[in-house]
C-alpha cells in the first residue's frame, strides 16, 4: 500500500483531517519568519504532499524535495508533476552546504534509530544557512495522546507492537517500550516501524543540543499544549545562529504555544 493511502487518504475521515493540519501548522509556523525563503528542502519528504503546498506557497523558491527511500520519491514524482520549481532528490551529497533558507521536517525523526538520528541532525545543521529556519514536527506518543491513539490502533490491528493493551498503557503512563521493531526502509537505512515508543521529551534534548529552539508549538490546536495534541512543532535555528528580530512584531524568543 502506498504512503499515501495510510496517510492523507486514509479511509478515516478525521486521521485524513489531521494529516493537513499538521502540514498546515509547520507552514504557519514558517510564516512568522516572513523572510524571503529562496531555497526551501522538505527533508524526508515522503510523497510530498507538503512540497505541493509549498509550490502554491513559494511559487518563486527552489524547493527542494529531499526523499532517500527511492519509493516514496516515486510517489512524490507522480503527486508533483506540473510543478516546476520542484527539484527531486535522493542522494543529500547532492545539497549543497548551507543552501537551505527553510527547511521543514515532518513525521521523520520517530522512525530514526539513535545512530540515524545523529546522522540526520548533523545533515541538516550542515545543509541550513546560517540565517535558515528549520521546522520539525514529531508525534506525541506519550500520556494522553499514546492513549487516544492506541484505542484507534487496537480498533485497526489489535495484538500488533503498538496496538496491545500492554504496550498502550506503558506508553499512557510515560513508560513506552524501549525495544521497537526495525526494518530497512532503504539499503542500509534502518527504521522503526511503529511511532509507538518514540519519546519527544528525548528528543528535545537531542535536538536542542544542536539548535537553538525558538519555538514550540502543539498541533492541530496550540492552546491545548502538546499534553492533549498528536503532534509537537519545533521551530529553531542554528546554535550558532545571530539572534534577529522578526518584522512581523516582536522578537523571535524562546517560547510555547
Request: with cysteine.
Amino acid at each position: 500500500m502506498s504512503y499515501s493511502y495510510i496517510t492523507f487518504k486514509d479511509k478515516n475521515p478525521i486521521k485524513r483531517w489531521l494529516q493537513n493540519q499538521r502540514l498546515l501548522s509547520a507552514i504557519r509556523l514558517a510564516h512568522n519568519s516572513n523572510k524571503n525563503q529562496q531555497v526551501i528542502c522538505d527533508f524526508g519528504a515522503g510523497n510530498g504532499e507538503l512540497c505541493k503546498l509549498l509550490g502554491k506557497i513559494y511559487p518563486d523558491a527552489k524547493i527542494i524535495c529531499y526523499e532517500p527511500t527511492l519509493s516514496l520519491l516515486n510517489e512524490a514524482r507522480e503527486n508533483l508533476k506540473g510543478i516546476e520549481h520542484v527539484i527531486f532528490c535522493q542522494d543529500s551529497n547532492s545539497i549543497a552546504l548551507e543552501s537551505i533558507d527553510l527547511l521543514f521536517c515532518l513525521e521523520v525523526f520517530e522512525h530514526l534509530p539513535p545512530k540515524e538520528t545523529d546522522d540526520a541532525l548533523d545533515l541538516i545543521s550542515r545543509i541550513l544557512s546560517s540565517e535558515g529556519r528549520l521546522v520539525v514536527g514529531i508525534p506525541v506518543e506519550i500520556g494522553v495522546p499514546a492513549l487516544y491513539k492506541g484505542i484507534f490502533r487496537m480498533s485497526r490491528r489489535f495484538g500488533a507492537f503498538d496496538a496491545t493493551f500492554k504496550n498502550v498503557l506503558l506508553s499512557f503512563i510515560g513508560f513506552p517500550p524501549n525495544v521497537r521493531p526495525t526494518s530497512e526502509i532503504s539499503p542500509g537505512l534502518n527504521f522503526y516501524i511503529e511511532h509507538m515508543g518514540f519519546n519527544f521529551h528525548r528528543f528535545k534534548e537531542k535536538f536542542g543540543a544542536r539548535f537553538k529552539i525558538l519555538k514550540i508549538s502543539a498541533s492541530p490546536f496550540p492552546f491545548f499544549t502538546y499534553w492533549l495534541m498528536p503532534e509537537v512543532y519545533f521551530t529553531a535555528i542554528k546554535a550558532n545562529a545571530s539572534f534577529r528580530p522578526t518584522p512581523l512584531g516582536g522578537a523571535d524568543e524562546i517560547q510555547r504555544s
